[in-house]
């Protein structure tokens, strides 16, 4: 509902196969698993929720996340996951959240011209340019807090 209401529902994908984790969405949708953003979620302030989007190839640098969030990386228990943002695991993606979600963009996927999000299930992608998962995702700004992804990194 939420991506109809942008007019982007004809971008998603449905798959007769699970695409919960970054390899098995990469083999899905047939991209590199860089491609495929994940969306991690963690606890944020007074135990509500932070969504990280990453690229498919970054990992979260705990000192990064420190430094800019001022909380220890701490992810959401399935459960937490569930009830605070409104998706299962496998399925957590940025859209059609429950209120209060903070949701932060990694400079990890600015890399690519189109990536593929979840869309709400633990079997299903849609293809976004940045600029639309930008506006999708009711992002609060870009961050930088991922390793791996680089070759600084």
């Not at 640098?61 to 569930?82: E, I, S, V």
């Not at 949701?103 to 890399?111: G, Q």
């Amino acid at each position: 509902a939420h991506l109809r209401a942008l007019g982007l529902e004809e971008k998603i994908r449905e798959f007769p196969v699970s695409s919960a984790t970054v390899e098995l969405a990469a083999k899905a949708v047939g991209c590199e698993p860089a491609r495929i953003v994940k969306t991690l979620s963690f606890v944020g302030p007074q135990e509500g929720c932070i969504l990280v989007l990453a690229a498919g190839d970054a990992r979260i640098d705990n000192a990064r996340f420190k430094a800019q969030f001022g909380l220890k990386a701490r992810m959401l228990a399935p459960d937490q996951a569930a009830r605070l943002t409104g998706h299962e695991v496998g399925g957590v993606c940025p859209f059609g959240v429950e209120p209060g979600v903070q949701v932060y963009l990694d400079e990890s996927i600015r890399r690519f011209q189109t990536v593929y999000p979840a869309a709400g299930s633990a079997n299903s992608a849609v293809e976004l340019t940045i600029p639309q998962l930008e506006a999708a995702s009711g992002f609060i700004q870009w961050v930088d807090v991922c390793k791996g992804w680089r070759e600084d990194s």
